[in-house]
């Protein structure tokens, strides 16, 4: 069974940071691209920032500069590293797994709050 289980929200100051992790499991680590993304209240989701299975990465405008997305193979987790946080990145945060056939499978999300 495919889990994606995220952790690392919470609440922060304006210019804070916060580590988000996502732990995927259920034997597809190899055969999927993963991102992070957000979904802000009253707003649809939206990408943040992707990972290949080569390693590949890519964060949208919004954040770049900021955010860095990475992952640990050895221990199925992607990152995304948020630095210099804004008002305008809290969000639900969710973390997703793509594969090849463009199946998505997603986590239950974590919450991020900026605010002073």
């Known amino acids: 069974q495919v889990q994606l289980v995220e952790s690392g929200g919470g609440l922060v100051q304006p210019g804070g940071s916060l580590r988000l992790s996502c732990t995927v499991s259920g034997n597809i680590w190899a055969f999927v691209d993963l991102a992070w993304y957000r979904q802000a209240p009253g707003k649809q989701r939206e990408l943040v920032a992707t990972?290949?299975?080569?390693?590949?990465?890519n964060v949208v405008d919004a954040v770049k500069g900021r955010f860095i997305i990475s992952r640990d193979t050895a221990k199925d987790t992607v990152f995304l590293q948020m630095n210099s946080l804004e008002p305008a990145d809290t969000a639900v945060y969710y973390c997703?797994?793509?594969?090849?056939?463009?199946?998505?499978?997603w986590g239950q999300g974590t919450q991020v709050i900026v605010s002073s």
């Open positions: 990972i290949t299975k080569r390693g590949d990465t």
């Open positions: 997703n797994a793509r594969t090849i056939y463009s199946r998505d499978f």
